[in-house]
């Protein structure tokens, strides 16, 4: 878990740097954070929405890893459907390289999963 954590906190250096580069606005990671991305988090259901709708047993491995499976699911969505919308090479080229270490936390959970069952 640690590593996909790690590849997550890069995301958001990425997708700030592009969100700095397209507005002209020089924010800190706390303040893009907070401002921008907890609003809406991957996905578009922030961690409490995830946790309330699906109520996942936060002590069992397969529910946990399933919740995480899910909320990978839907951050590749967002980004492969943000990439197909931007307008600028270089943020697309970003979201899609982001789209694809996400589908590789996907097979990762999938790998887990599978061994434990």
Do not use: C, W
């Not at 580069?21 to 922030?46: A, D, L, Y």
Request: no cysteine.
């Amino acid at each position: 878990f640690s590593t996909l954590a790690e590849v997550e906190v890069r995301h958001q250096e990425q997708l700030l740097e592009q969100y700095q580069k397209m507005t002209g606005k020089s924010i800190s990671i706390e303040e893009f954070i907070s401002q921008i991305v907890q609003p809406m988090m991957e996905g578009g259901m922030s961690t409490a929405e995830y946790l309330s709708r699906y109520q996942p047993d936060l002590s069992s491995v397969s529910d946990v890893l399933s919740l995480a499976l899910s909320i990978e699911a839907q951050a590749l969505d967002l980004y492969q459907r943000a990439a197909g919308n931007a307008t600028d090479k270089s943020i697309t080229e970003v979201l899609f390289k982001i789209a694809e270490e996400e589908r590789t936390h996907i097979d990762r959970l999938a790998t887990m999963i599978n061994s434990i069952h």
